[in-house]
């Protein structure tokens, strides 16, 4: 049984995402089911074979200062925009520098920068290259900035571990709380790298949804019509603080338990056993049975065979008992380093409501997946405790429990 001083709780909540400007916006899309992907509207997506892609639905042009964002990689303008949004949502909690540290993951950081400045040097020289360049290509840019801004000294730290980034940014935070290292974190992922060698890359995988002609249908976990994600840019963080920091305080969730696993087996390939130590491991931290669990926010990428392992691992764990399971990639498409931060913010809003999103665009379930309790339609939950799972190339898994505040 934990003590109160080692409850942790989010506190608050922000996001940028191609579904809305804010955390609010973003859950009231995903509760309506509404679609966050469309055409490539960049000039260099013309010749490429992937054409789609979620872009933010709030430019960070419309958020920020201009000189502000000037000196920032495209990563590190959401990284701020949603941290500031968090932080104000949390009540711009009253800590000591020292007792308040910033976990950022992100998948690619400041790779856009990178490039850019690569044609620019190329093209016109080294003098033309801006002297912004190496802050803003730094994958620990996000989280340095923040930090920054919040005047945040107990650590700022930057997990790299590709999609499972978001979610292990949460679950560093939750160790930082417990082991007593701060008092508040603020915690998330972000990402921005819709550019043309990425989706060069992605198509030559055969990893990336080629539904050009269909952007609304082309992220369709479980669905037989899968064909593989859909890259999106954003960024979304929470706050996360010790319960016993302002008792009165409004709590959108206990984040209860969390474990980080690897498989040690491909470098692409998800395997079943290493994403089930992940998720029998956050149960176990949170001290809960599988059959406590109500819902779960699968990673589910729409890739053919990713979402077959994970499907293997749920039905591993939970047996016969069968939670609801959602999967908003369906709607924002995949936002790598973000997403699984942005999974465990809409696993926090869902349990504050009592209200789950469906999977968007399952309209034939494949026969694979019949053990699982897929959520087709919108609607109440009531249950106190949920799970929201994300793994990433090179094996990376992170599984995280959050229950009712």
């Given at each position: 049984m934990r003590t109160e001083y080692d409850t942790v709780v989010v506190s608050g909540l922000g996001a940028t995402t191609p579904l809305g400007?804010?955390?609010?916006?973003t859950w009231r899309a995903m509760c309506e089911g509404r679609n966050g992907i469309r055409a490539l509207d960049r000039p260099w997506?013309?010749?490429?074979?992937?054409?789609?892609?979620?872009?933010?639905?709030?430019?960070?042009?419309?958020?920020?200062?201009r000189v502000e964002a000037r000196r920032l990689d495209r990563s590190e303008q959401l990284a701020l925009i949603a941290a500031r949004e968090a932080w104000a949502d949390a009540g711009r909690p009253d800590v000591e520098g020292e007792r308040l540290a910033v976990v950022i993951g992100t998948g690619t950081g400041g790779a856009v920068t990178m490039l850019d400045q690569d044609d620019v040097l190329e093209r016109s020289g080294v003098r033309k290259v801006s002297p912004?360049?190496?802050?803003?290509?730094?994958?620990?840019?996000?989280?340095?900035?923040?930090?920054?801004?919040?005047?945040?000294?107990?650590?700022?730290?930057?997990?790299?571990?590709?999609?499972a980034s978001g979610a292990e940014a949460v679950a560093l935070g939750l160790d930082l709380i417990r082991l007593g290292r701060a008092d508040v974190v603020v915690a998330?992922?972000?990402?921005?790298?819709?550019?043309?060698?990425?989706l060069a890359g992605f198509a030559q995988a055969r990893a990336h949804s080629l539904r050009n002609d269909d952007p609304a249908g082309a992220s369709r976990p479980f669905d037989t019509g899968r064909d593989g994600f859909v890259i999106a840019e954003g960024a979304a963080v929470l706050v996360l603080e010790r319960a016993s920091l302002r008792p009165s305080r409004r709590?959108?969730?206990?984040?209860?338990?969390?474990?980080?696993?690897?498989?040690?087996?491909?470098?692409?390939?998800?395997?079943?056993?290493?994403?089930?130590?992940?998720?029998?491991?956050?149960?176990?931290?949170?001290?809960?049975?599988?059959?406590?669990?109500?819902?779960?926010?699968?990673?589910?990428?729409?890739?053919?065979?990713?979402?077959?392992?994970?499907?293997?691992?749920?039905?591993?764990?939970?047996?016969?008992?069968?939670?609801?399971?959602?999967?908003?990639?369906?709607?924002?498409?995949?936002?790598?380093?973000?997403?699984?931060?942005?999974?465990?913010?809409?696993?926090?809003?869902?349990?504050?409501?009592?209200?789950a999103p469906a999977v968007r665009n399952l309209t034939d379930p494949d026969p694979e997946f019949l053990p699982l309790n897929l959520l087709a339609t919108s609607g109440p939950l009531p249950h106190t405790a949920a799970l929201t799972n994300a793994f990433g190339f090179g094996g990376h898994n992170a599984s995280l429990v959050l229950t009712r505040a």
């Open positions: 400007g804010t955390a609010p916006a997506a013309a010749d490429l074979p992937i054409r789609i892609a979620g872009q933010l639905a709030v430019e960070p042009s419309e958020v920020l200062d912004h360049t190496v802050p803003m290509l730094m994958a620990n840019g996000p989280a340095a900035w923040v930090s920054i801004d919040l005047g945040a000294r107990a650590g700022a730290h930057t997990p790299v571990s590709a999609c998330g992922g972000t990402e921005a790298c819709l550019h043309p060698l990425p709590r959108y969730a206990t984040l209860a338990g969390a474990a980080v696993t690897s498989d040690a087996h491909h470098i692409t390939a998800g395997h079943p056993d290493g994403q089930t130590r992940a998720v029998r491991g956050a149960l176990a931290d949170a001290g809960l049975a599988p059959e406590a669990v109500g819902l779960v926010h699968a990673h589910a990428t729409s890739t053919p065979r990713g979402d077959l392992t994970e499907a293997e691992t749920l039905t591993r764990v939970f047996g016969p008992h069968r939670p609801a399971v959602t999967a908003t990639k369906s709607m924002t498409g995949h936002l790598f380093g973000a997403a699984g931060a942005l999974a465990a913010l809409a696993t926090a809003y869902a349990l504050h409501h009592q209200h």
